[in-house]
């Protein structure tokens, strides 16, 4: 994985020194707290409803044990204990005291970490694959182009104080695992007729109160052009995007506004001034980051062995149900023979989606080390991965995961609940997230039927900026405000990837007690309409919304 060079350690350590005089200011009245908004907005810190939050940045979603560890230590010296990874491959601390803050952010710089551009109107955190560099259908590894991004956007002093705040994504594989289609800037990497490296750009995607799936803008870029037009649309974005209104300041809203063709026309006008300048990237420059992302010393497994390990493992699994189910839904393909990678599933029962103890990441740590060459990886999906697990060694892995609460077989299944903090937390929030995806949980403590319906997905959003992703869950439910009261307004129908799509609300919202309920009963409806191995997404796009109407509101109006 990316390791640091002295440049990177040296802006980190010297904007560590700069906070900390900043908020020994604020903390002496020297500073207002309209003044300090923006310092610390730079540096990932919020105001939430009950404390500060601080926003942790773990580019593209690497991490190494040692970074794990030192988490688990600052949630013990500054936090309750936990902390929270959420959709973005980030990572939040929801209690430490703006006192403290600056001691944090020294203590993460001394294992290559930092909060900066995880909040305020930048180019925030850049995501990816979390199977980049191993997965079976990769075509490009995207992570290189992912850190050349980090280093070109980090304080760029063009793109610090944009309209609106700013998200890119990066895939390289066959399947979308990054949602690039509902970002401010997707990059989908390929190779073209003469092995090339190119990507398609898209622009214009979102969430939040305009849901839109992105507009494509170019196909078959040369990658030597990736930062060049990324300048370009940043460029037109920052000249042209709203000011004027928080709410459409989005790039959403001005590729709509003045429409895609129009848009990609005006970038492309911008970046024929740019494209062959400075920013145009060298085979040199790209080979030195490659050289950062090294595969580890992998075992070489001949075929004689590889059969022995598979036999053993169906003997495994047939003596023991429970690392079958496990390895069925957490344990994926991997490029490299004898490997596969498994996912850790932070869904447990009782346990808000997305929350680690910091007993739990020290344990992740030692996993890591044990089984996966010491590197972890954050998804979207709010779990995390051990990237290079030896098959021979994943009975053991299983059985260690199981008794730190972290073998849960729910991956891809309606349990595996995608939740934001909501109102527990977060200011902006309507209602609460976590207590609902709590309720559904309870409801659904049936493993074997949980474990029949196959995939799905349930995204919980507790306000409108949709941090749950909830316009894109094949169920998604929407905290709002009704006189005071919370509500949940749900959709049906959203799916990210390559045929991303926004659900559609399928009606008047419900109260937090009915929420549950009303999730079994589309459930159920599922399992009775559905044809033979056939998803609830298929099942939905077949049928429609209007048998899960019919049962949700009949039950409504009966009760």
């Known amino acids: ?9 040296t802006i980190t350590l010297q904007r560590v020194a700069q906070f ?50 030192k988490l688990a230590e600052v949630a013990d010296k500054y936090d309750r204990r936990y902390a929270h990874f959420t959709t973005r491959q980030n990572i939040q601390y929801n209690w430490p005291e703006v006192k403290d803050i600056p001691a944090i952010l020294d203590d993460l710089a001394s294992v290559e970490m930092h909060a900066i551009q995880t909040s305020g109107n930048c180019i ?10 191993i997965a079976p259908d990769e075509i490009v590894d995207p992570r290189p182009y992912c850190e050349l991004i980090r280093q070109w956007s980090t304080f760029h002093p063009e793109f610090i104080h944009l309209p609106r705040k700013f998200k890119i994504a990066v895939n390289g594989a066959l399947e979308d695992r990054a949602a690039v289609a509902v970002h401010d800037i997707g990059v989908h990497f390929t190779k073209n007729a003469e092995g090339e490296v190119v990507c398609k750009v898209m622009a214009g995607g979102g969430l ?4 839109v799936i992105g507009a494509v803008l170019i196909e078959n ?13 940043m460029r037109v974005y920052n000249r042209y995007g709203r000011r004027d209104n928080l709410y459409k300041a989005r790039i959403k809203i001005l590729v709509r506004a003045v429409g895609a063709e129009k848009f990609a026309a005006d970038v492309d006008a911008e970046w024929q001034h740019i494209k062959d300048g400075p920013g145009t990237l060298p085979t040199e420059e790209l080979e030195r980051v490659k050289a950062y992302f090294t595969q580890p010393d992998y075992v070489a497994v001949d075929a004689a062995e590889q059969a022995r390990i598979a036999a053993e493992l169906a003997s495994l699994k047939a003596q023991h149900p429970g690392f079958a189910r496990w390895m069925q839904r957490c344990a994926l393909a991997h490029s490299q023979s004898g490997h596969m ?23 992740i740590a030692d ?6 060459y010491g590197e972890i990886r954050v998804t979207h999906e709010q779990n995390l991965v051990l990237s290079d697990v030896p098959q021979s060694q994943l009975f053991a892995l299983w059985e260690q995961a199981k008794a730190l609460g972290l073998a849960t077989p729910n991956v891809g299944l309606v349990t595996d609940i995608i939740a934001c903090p909501g109102g527990d937390f977060c200011s902006l929030a309507n209602a609460k997230s976590i207590p609902i995806a709590l309720g559904i949980q309870d ?34 439910i929407l905290g709002v405000d009704k006189n005071g009261s919370e509500w949940y307004q749900v959709t049906l129908g959203g799916r990210q990837g390559l045929s991303a799509e926004i659900g559609k609300v399928i009606g008047p919202s419900f109260t937090a007690e009915e929420v549950p309920g009303v999730v079994k009963q589309i459930l159920e409806t599922y399992a009775e309409l559905r044809q033979e191995d056939e998803r609830f997404i298929d099942t939905f796009d077949r049928l429609g919304a209007e048998p899960f109407k019919a049962r949700v509101y009949a039950k409504k109006e009966a009760a």
């Open 341 to 363: 990678a498994v996912v850790l599933s932070l869904k447990h029962p009782k346990i808000a989606p997305g929350d680690a103890t910091s007993d739990q990441l020290r344990a």
């Open 221 to 233: 870029l040369p990658w030597q052009h990736l930062l060049t037009y990324i300048e370009a649309i």
């Open 367 to 372: 996993l890591a080390d044990t089984y996966s």
């Open 443 to 476: 409801i659904l403590e049936d493993a074997d039927y949980v474990f029949d319906l196959g995939d799905m997905s349930l995204n919980i959003s507790g306000c409108i900026n949709s941090c749950g992703h909830h316009h894109i869950g094949n169920i998604g």
């Open 1 to 9: 994985m990316y390791r640091y060079d002295d440049y990177d350690q």
């Open 20 to 69: 900390r005089n900043q908020t020994e200011r604020f903390l002496s009245g020297e500073l207002t707290d309209e003044e300090f908004r923006p310092l610390r907005l730079q540096n990932g810190l919020y105001i939430q409803r009950h404390a500060p939050m601080l926003r942790v940045a773990i580019p593209y979603g690497l991490l190494s044990s040692r970074q794990v560890r």
């Open 124 to 133: 925030r955190n850049v995501t990816s694959d979390p199977f980049a560099g």
């Open 208 to 211: 939040g109160r305009t849901p």
